[in-house]
């Protein structure tokens, strides 16, 4: 899909990525092409599905979220069945803010986010070790957090 659009795409989405509310005047002054095109090449990047959507970014940090923790989860057997009632519940646990399926030594990676070690606990006691399937965790915890993206990275200039 990426070999598809061009450098005014690019452009577009690196802009974008930086300052989703941007005008569109401005938007189209900065890529170089009127407004017309612009908001044209906006809509198509949104229908091929290469701009999912628009969001604030919120601070963890003033949320009084720091505590981080990156869990270790594997499951009893992972049969298709297994995996899907996983990852159905997995998604109704609030402080679970990433979820991947892992080839390697265990099943999923979740990253964790809550207030403090006692809040951590109480997720870890009464959620995660409740979800089905769940057979056994290994928790770490992030001393510091050095980079953390809320967009892919895009060397598309």
């Known amino acids: 899909m990426v070999k ?3 450098g005014y795409d690019r452009k577009i989405l690196n802009i974008l990525t930086a300052d989703a509310r941007i005008s569109l005047t401005q938007l189209s002054a900065q890529v ?6 612009v908001a044209a090449r906006v809509k198509n990047l949104e229908d091929a599905g290469l701009i999912t ?3 604030a970014i919120l601070s963890t940090n003033r949320l009084g979220l720091c505590y981080v923790a990156f869990l270790q989860v594997n499951l009893s057997d992972t049969r298709e069945k297994t995996l899907l009632e996983f990852n159905m519940a997995v998604k109704k646990v609030p402080e679970v803010a990433e979820c991947h399926m892992i080839a390697g030594g265990y099943d999923y990676l979740l990253k964790v986010r809550t207030t403090d070690i006692e809040a951590y606990r109480k997720v ?12 056994s ?3 770490f915890i992030s001393m510091e957090t050095v ?10 200039a």
């Open 4 to 6: 598809d659009i061009d």
């Open 32 to 37: 170089g092409l009127s407004k017309t095109p």
């Open 53 to 55: 959507g628009y969001r």
């Open 124 to 135: 870890m006691g009464q959620s995660i070790s409740a979800l089905p399937h769940v057979q």
């Open 137 to 139: 965790t290994s928790t």
């Open 147 to 156: 980079v953390e993206q809320t967009n892919p990275p895009l060397s598309l």
